[in-house]
């Protein structure tokens, strides 16, 4: 009988709801992907982040370079005390031209070196945050869908209430007319039917911010969404025990491998900044052909190949200082880094203890206000009842209703909080996927 009950309050729910044949999740989340300004920032960023690693790796492979020149040369020679010696002045004009190609290979560059290492974290330091920006539009595509449906549902129980005691006004005018009720009872309705008009006003207003929000997130006006359906069976955690979660949090959640990279990175950068103090050795190669017309009378021109191959050492002596103030530097970004790690982990413990517990209790709170639906459709059936043989009043039966429309949004709130803290659980353990949300979308009514 009390599944009878909860079963027909949610048929009554889904028709009365508006866009009950409209998109499910899985297509609203499918737009948001593609228009989400949020989410099309981290995919860019992330994207950027990836070429980290060819510009690491660029440091420790051969730079080659081919430069060359043109120049023309206007000369005027003009001798002096050159008389009896034969030396003749006179004005000359030739091109000088060159074409090198030269090749460096480094051998030993401890700041080359590290920087790549760098570079290979600062990637799955971008993979780490792209993936958290994938779980929060997850989480959020969820958040505004359900706050669209509970606006829906509370617009709907507002208008099932103001019909309820609209009827309820109408009897008790018809009874102070025959004189069977007092003033007072049809004072009462008319107050309840007032404050009813402004609840349901309210929702109204309420669900129009809902379905501009979604808006927000798909770039489109929001169409009719599919409501939540009678395949809804809410359990516990799996795997349960809280403590589980927490260990994979810390090993998997997406803050606590974004921060872990960025303290690698840190490391590395105070590595590069210490092979600053370190000798380089590098081998190049160059190849060059130059050529020269006349620049004297009665001269030739010249061409010359020149080929060059060898090693170079550098040895840094003294920068002013430099190099062993960024180390320092480089020092106190690493400890802050490693801060900011340590206040990661806390944050996803934090989150998934949260998590954990907002299932547990949302799934009793489902239970009892499944129980409390069905007390309170009874109390008002027995209210209404009891007001025919003359037990009850009028505001009885008025309380009774909005005891009963309250319960009836309370357990659809409790419904789609049970939904988002398992999203969040998921999400603050490092798990939540695309399949999470399609598990969710099967529980919507689609038909």
Same mark, same amino acid.
């Given at each position: 009988?009390?599944?009878?009950?909860?079963?027909?309050?949610?048929?009554?729910?889904?028709?009365?709801?508006?866009?009950?044949?409209?998109?499910?999740?899985?297509?609203?989340?499918?737009?948001?992907?593609?228009?989400?300004?949020?989410?099309?920032?981290?995919?860019?960023?992330?994207?950027?982040?990836?070429?980290?690693?060819?510009?690491?790796?660029?440091?420790?492979?051969?730079?080659?370079?081919?430069?060359?020149?043109?120049?023309?040369?206007?000369?005027?020679?003009?001798?002096?005390?050159?008389?009896?010696?034969?030396?003749?002045?006179?004005?000359?004009?030739?091109?000088?031209?060159?074409?090198?190609?030269?090749?460096?290979?480094?051998?030993?560059?401890?700041?080359?070196?590290?920087?790549?290492?760098?570079?290979?974290? @600062?990637?799955? @330091?971008?993979?780490?945050?792209?993936?958290?920006?994938?779980?929060?539009?997850?989480?959020?595509?969820?958040?505004?869908?359900?706050?669209?449906?509970?606006?829906?549902?509370?617009?709907?129980?507002?208008?099932?209430?103001?019909?309820?005691?609209?009827?309820?006004?109408?009897?008790?005018?018809?009874?102070?007319?025959?004189?069977?009720?007092?003033?007072?009872?049809?004072?009462?309705?008319?107050?309840?039917?007032?404050?009813?008009?402004?609840?349901?006003?309210?929702?109204?207003?309420?669900?129009?911010?809902?379905?501009?929000?979604?808006?927000?997130?798909?770039?489109?006006?929001?169409?009719?969404?599919?409501?939540?359906?009678?395949?809804?069976?809410? @359990?516990?955690?799996?795997?349960?025990?809280?403590?589980?979660?927490?260990?994979?949090?810390?090993?998997?959640?997406?803050?606590?491998?974004?921060?872990?990279?960025?303290?690698?990175?840190?490391?590395?950068?105070?590595?590069?900044?210490?092979?600053?103090?370190?000798?380089?050795?590098?081998?190049?190669?160059?190849?060059?052909?130059?050529?020269?017309?006349?620049?004297?009378?009665?001269?030739?021109?010249?061409?010359?190949?020149?080929?060059?191959?060898?090693?170079?050492?550098?040895?840094?002596?003294?920068?002013?200082?430099?190099?062993?103030?960024?180390?320092?530097?480089?020092?106190?970004?690493?400890?802050?880094?490693?801060?900011?790690?340590?206040?990661?982990?806390?944050?996803?413990?934090?989150?998934?203890?949260?998590?954990?517990?907002?299932?547990?209790?949302?799934?009793?709170?489902?239970?009892?206000?499944?129980?409390?639906?069905?007390?309170?459709?009874?109390?008002?059936?027995?209210?209404?009842?009891?007001?025919?043989?003359?037990?009850?009043?009028?505001?009885?039966?008025?309380?009774?209703?909005?005891?009963?429309?309250?319960?009836?949004?309370?357990?659809?709130?409790?419904?789609?909080?049970?939904?988002?803290?398992?999203?969040?659980?998921?999400?603050?353990?490092?798990?939540?996927?695309?399949?999470?949300?399609?598990?969710?979308?099967?529980?919507?009514?689609?038909?």
């Amino acid at each position: 009988m009390k599944r009878l009950v909860v079963c027909a309050s949610l048929a009554c729910l889904s028709a009365l709801a508006p866009g009950a044949q409209g998109a499910d999740l899985m297509q609203i989340y499918r737009s948001a992907q593609a228009a989400d300004a949020q989410y099309g920032a981290a995919r860019a960023s992330w994207s950027a982040g990836q070429e980290k690693l060819p510009q690491g790796l660029s440091g420790l492979l051969p730079q080659a370079t081919l430069s060359g020149s043109t120049q023309h040369n206007d000369r005027d020679l003009r001798p002096r005390g050159t008389t009896g010696t034969g030396v003749v002045g006179g004005t000359t004009q030739f091109n000088s031209n060159t074409l090198t190609l030269s090749v460096t290979q480094p051998l030993y560059r401890a700041q080359n070196l590290a920087t790549y290492e760098q570079a290979r974290h @600062q990637v799955a @330091q971008s993979d780490a945050l792209f993936a958290q920006a994938a779980q929060d539009l997850i989480v959020r595509v969820a958040q505004a869908y359900f706050d669209v449906l509970l606006a829906q549902d509370t617009l709907a129980f507002a208008q099932a209430q103001l019909a309820a005691i609209g009827q309820q006004l109408e009897q008790a005018k018809r009874n102070f007319e025959v004189g069977v009720a007092t003033i007072t009872d049809t004072h009462e309705a008319q107050a309840r039917y007032d404050i009813t008009v402004a609840s349901e006003i309210a929702a109204r207003n309420e669900l129009e911010v809902r379905r501009r929000a979604l808006t927000v997130l798909t770039g489109q006006p929001a169409p009719g969404l599919a409501p939540l359906g009678g395949r809804f069976r809410p @359990q516990m955690p799996d795997p349960p025990g809280m403590e589980r979660w927490v260990q994979q949090a810390l090993a998997s959640n997406t803050q606590v491998k974004a921060a872990e990279a960025a303290r690698a990175v840190a490391a590395r950068e105070v590595e590069r900044n210490r092979g600053a103090h370190r000798p380089t050795l590098d081998a190049f190669a160059s190849y060059t052909e130059a050529g020269s017309g006349s620049g004297t009378q009665g001269g030739v021109g010249t061409d010359t190949t020149s080929k060059v191959i060898g090693l170079q050492l550098a040895v840094p002596l003294y920068q002013g200082g430099l190099v062993s103030s960024r180390v320092r530097e480089a020092l106190a970004n690493e400890d802050k880094a490693r801060q900011e790690l340590e206040s990661a982990r806390r944050a996803a413990e934090l989150a998934v203890r949260q998590g954990y517990l907002g299932v547990t209790s949302g799934l009793a709170q489902v239970k009892a206000l499944e129980a409390a639906l069905v007390s309170s459709q009874s109390s008002l059936d027995s209210t209404r009842l009891g007001q025919q043989v003359g037990v009850r009043t009028q505001v009885d039966v008025l309380n009774a209703q909005q005891q009963l429309s309250q319960t009836r949004r309370d357990l659809a709130q409790a419904r789609y909080a049970y939904i988002l803290s398992l999203l969040r659980l998921k999400a603050a353990a490092g798990s939540l996927t695309e399949t999470d949300l399609a598990q969710v979308n099967a529980w919507l009514d689609k038909q």
